[in-house]
T-cell receptor
Framework: QKEVEQNSGPLSVPEGAIASLNCTYS??????FFWYRQYSGKSPELIMF????GDKEDGRFTAQLNKASQYVSLLIRDSQPSDSATYLC??????????????FGQGTILTVHP | GAGVSQSPSNKVTEKGKDVELRCDPI?????LYWYRQSLGQGLEFLIY????????KSGLPSDRFSAERTGGSVSTLTIQRTQQEDSAVYLC?????????????FGPGTRLTVT
């Protein structure tokens, strides 16, 4: 089992719809979770982080965390073509020799079509 | 403030040559990462430095790859005897774990082409 798994894509949604991106993780002790966006040919950029169970909203983005189910998601409301990118989920190692290290999922490609 | 910087931005080298890639992390960040990303692929973790701890080298693909971090700041990734399969974008990132903050910030990357 991979440490961080994301739902297989690519995901295609129409403009104005809600895009839902999902991620599961194996380290039950993880406390910090991140979503990055990567445009083609660019570096990943941080768009959301969440530490507590529940929802966290920032503009059109909502991150949802359920530690009991080891599940984190990202919702993008009113999707725009400019949201088309690869979305990467990242989880912080809870302990051990690589404490604080981020582990990334393989990413989900999102396409928002007009 | 200044972000993570990497140099060179592009590097073309002949198969068998050695290359050095440089990363300047955000000032004060104690953690530094190197990743590799081949065209259309995900991030491949290479190595992780955290403060004075021994680096996590578990992602280095072969002994041709090595990295060091001098003075807890600048890092150099060295690839010896380059092969065509080493062609990729090499990304550096840094973060601070002080106060429980782990957000990682990426540099622009170095595109390596081995001919």
């Amino acid at each position: 089992q991979k440490e961080v798994e994301q739902n297989s894509g690519p995901l295609s949604v129409p403009e104005g719809a809600i895009a839902s991106l999902n991620c599961t993780y194996s380290d039950r002790g993880s406390q910090s979770f991140f979503w990055y966006r990567q445009y083609s040919g660019k570096s990943p950029e941080l768009i959301m982080f969440i530490y507590s169970n529940g929802d966290k909203e920032d503009g059109r983005f909502t991150a949802q965390l359920n530690k009991a189910s080891q599940y984190v998601s990202l919702l993008i409301r009113d999707s725009q073509p400019s949201d088309s990118a690869t979305y990467l989920c990242a989880v912080v190692n809870a302990g051990g020799t690589s404490y604080g290290k981020l582990t990334f999922g393989q990413g989900t490609i999102l396409t928002v079509h007009p | 403030g200044a972000g993570v910087s990497q140099s060179p931005s592009n590097k073309v080298t002949e198969k068998g040559k050695d290359v050095e890639l440089r990363c300047d992390p955000i000032s004060g960040h104690t953690a530094l990462y190197w990743y590799r990303q081949s065209l259309g692929q995900g991030l491949e973790f290479l190595i992780y430095f955290q403060g004075n701890s021994a680096p996590d080298k578990s992602g280095l693909p072969s002994d041709r790859f090595s990295a060091e971090r001098t003075g807890g700041s600048v890092s150099t990734l060295t690839i010896q005897r380059t092969q065509q399969e080493d062609s990729a974008v090499y990304l550096c990132a840094s973060s601070s774990i002080l106060g429980g903050s782990y957000e990682q910030y990426f540099g622009p990357g170095t595109r390596l082409t081995v001919t």
